[in-house]
């Protein structure tokens, strides 16, 4: 590992160390170390040793006591301690601020991150990046735009004076050890390439991460069993959601971020650190191969486009409309089939249900990927979302309608607490049209949950335990009905769980002879559509579930056979043309030379 640190081999090589002190005598967090380091220096490959930063202006701490009791205190609580209001019902809970354990940071494993009063220098002043961009796949929300710069500096120097109580950033006994990542002769960042991504992948076997993440990186190799320092429940991160990554949401496929998470850990959870146990070379092959498994345009293909961002969600784009495209001859059975690969799929974006009781405060499903596709007989829908555990009703449970506790304040009673601790239920999936969407005018629709008395609404819905059923629902305060005729209309071609991922395929044909219940497809029109999940270890049932916003699926039109013929027509007639020109111009030519 020496070879990834700077030999000193030149007499009176100085380490130049620079400061920037910014208003009132105020130092820096970082002091960035631009000279060598030495094998025995005791740093892990690719840190350098910074200083203790100074005590904010006592004017910065009162200012921020305000924003704070203004904005942050419904979750972090009075004291800091992650206990406010609202903290009994997210999952994870808010960060307590007084053992000083913070998740994202460019300090060594243990160590507290960067802060620097006077000047939010990015990727040098972590709780300043972390307050301006929030941390995606929790609560904790941007605050740029709402609290100016000089505001999240100050709140920033009220928390770490105030309401750290168990360590003093300004304490000699603190070390600031940080990861010069911008220092590209020291790091040496290997490129994204093919080689690259397929030592990762050994390396993530070697290094046991998928102990954790599972072996293809959704999260599922152990989703049960670990707990964060404050004993809460706690999931490994999946690898296919690079969105989610906390400290990620400025560029969700920046390798970079990939890399300091592996190099610093994330204090606080069971996430280590791997700057001992690996080469800086070793970190930027594994965060290759992680970067590699998210997401992208065309699944499976780590090199297809990056899927675009929304601004506002740091979430992928969404679009409203899911198309079925018309094939010829049969529908294929296999999802890897070559018609489903070419086809266009969706990312429905999913919430917990809230509005009526029982609700979902914490979601675990937040995004499913639809296709469709359709022959002159049927419509075929496939389902893919991930999933750390495969949830079935265990034999003798009866699945009775869930009943939403009266909330009780204390950790012990909060919804983090309660995580892995609920009735197993079905894993579950469900579509749902307006049975008559012709006779609505638009934006007319019925309720999106579950329609009304006189709008009732056509749901299939495919449970873990093998059913796939058609209900009329009519209002979410009545039950669903089961429609056992268009039941039978219904098939389910595949349902498969394999390494944290469900995959549903089902199809039913486009008209039936029930015009009053059924929905009837109709090519080249917008059909309301709303999707439904449930996670059964997380205790969903009944309206306890995910619950997407309206979509509109559309059968696009066939292709006329006139447009496929007249375009052939068309060039060979051109070609014919042409030739008949340049044929007459040759004869024209050769004529006027014998004369």
């Known amino acids: 590992m020496n070879c990834y640190l700077f030999k000193g081999t030149r007499k009176g090589l100085m380490i130049a160390i620079a400061a920037v002190a910014v208003g009132l005598g105020a130092g820096v967090a970082v002091l960035w170390a631009t000279g060598e380091v030495k094998a025995d220096s005791g740093l892990s490959p690719g840190f350098i040793k910074g200083t203790n930063p ?13 924003i704070y009791f203004r904005k942050c205190v419904w979750c972090h609580g009075v004291d800091g301690g992650g206990d406010g209001p609202g903290a009994d019902r997210l999952w994870p809970r808010p960060r307590n601020f007084n053992q000083g354990t913070f998740k994202i940071r460019h300090t060594a494993s243990g160590e507290l991150p960067l802060f620097d009063p006077t000047k939010p220098i990015p990727g040098q002043n972590d709780l300043f990046d972390t307050v301006t961009h929030g941390l995606p796949g929790s609560a904790m929300p941007p605050w740029d735009g709402i609290l100016t710069e000089q505001q999240r500096l100050q709140v920033l120097s009220f928390v770490t004076t105030q309401l750290v109580k168990d360590r003093k950033f300004d304490d000699k006994t603190e070390t600031f050890t940080i990861l010069d990542i911008n220092n590209k002769d020291a790091m040496k960042k290997i490129p994204y390439s093919k080689e690259s991504i397929a030592k990762g992948a050994q390396l993530i076997v070697d290094k046991k991460c998928v102990e954790c993440h599972g072996n293809e990186g959704r999260g599922d190799g152990n989703p049960f069993n670990l707990k964060d320092d404050w004993g809460f429940p706690i999931q490994p991160a999946d690898w296919h959601k690079c969105w989610n990554f906390r400290g990620s949401r400025e560029d969700p496929y920046r390798v970079e971020t990939i890399f300091r998470t592996f190099s610093t850990g994330v204090n606080g959870t069971p996430m280590p650190s791997f700057a001992d146990n690996t080469t800086v070379e070793e970190r930027w092959h594994i965060a290759n191969f992680v970067n590699s498994v998210c997401e992208r345009e065309k699944e499976g293909d780590p090199f297809s486009p990056l899927l675009q961002m929304d601004p506002q969600t740091a979430k992928p784009k969404t679009n409203f409309v899911v198309p079925s495209a018309p094939i010829e001859g049969e529908i294929p059975a296999d999802p890897n089939d070559k018609k489903w690969q070419d086809r266009p799929r969706r990312i429905i974006g999913m919430g917990g249900q809230i509005t009526h ?17 359709y022959n002159k007989n049927e419509i075929a829908f496939l389902f893919r979302w991930d999933d750390r555990t495969k949830s079935q009703v265990e034999p003798g449970v009866t699945v009775v309608p869930i009943e939403e506790a009266p909330p009780v304040a204390g950790e012990a009673n909060s919804i983090a607490a309660k995580q892995n601790t609920y009735t197993v239920y079905n894993d579950a999936v469900a579509i749902q049209f307006p049975a008559k969407w012709q006779e609505y005018a638009p934006p007319e629709k019925p309720r999106y949950l579950h329609g009304e008395e006189k709008r009732h609404v056509d749901l299939w819905k495919w449970e873990a335990d093998g059913t796939l059923k058609a209900y009329t629902g009519s209002g979410w305060d009545k039950p669903l009905e089961e429609r056992p005729g268009a039941t039978e209309k219904l098939k389910l071609v595949k349902g498969e769980f394999n390494e944290g991922r469900w995959t549903i395929l089902m199809t039913r044909p486009l008209h039936t002879d029930d015009k009053d219940a059924d929905v009837q497809f109709e090519t080249g029109k917008y059909i309301p559509t709303v999707f439904f999940a449930w996670d059964g270890h997380n205790g969903d049932a009944g309206l306890k579930m995910a619950v997407s916003a309206f979509y509109y699926t559309i059968l696009e039109p066939p292709v006329p056979i006139e447009a496929k013929v007249y375009p052939i027509l068309m060039a060979v007639g051109m070609i014919i043309a042409e030739g008949w020109i340049l044929r007459r111009r040759a004869t024209k030519r050769e004529m006027m030379m014998k004369k």
């Open 54 to 66: 100074a005590k904010p202006d006592p004017k910065m701490i009162e200012e921020g006591k305000k």
């Open 357 to 373: 009781k029982p609700r979902n405060f914490v979601n675990r499903i937040d995004d499913l990927w639809i296709q469709s596709m």
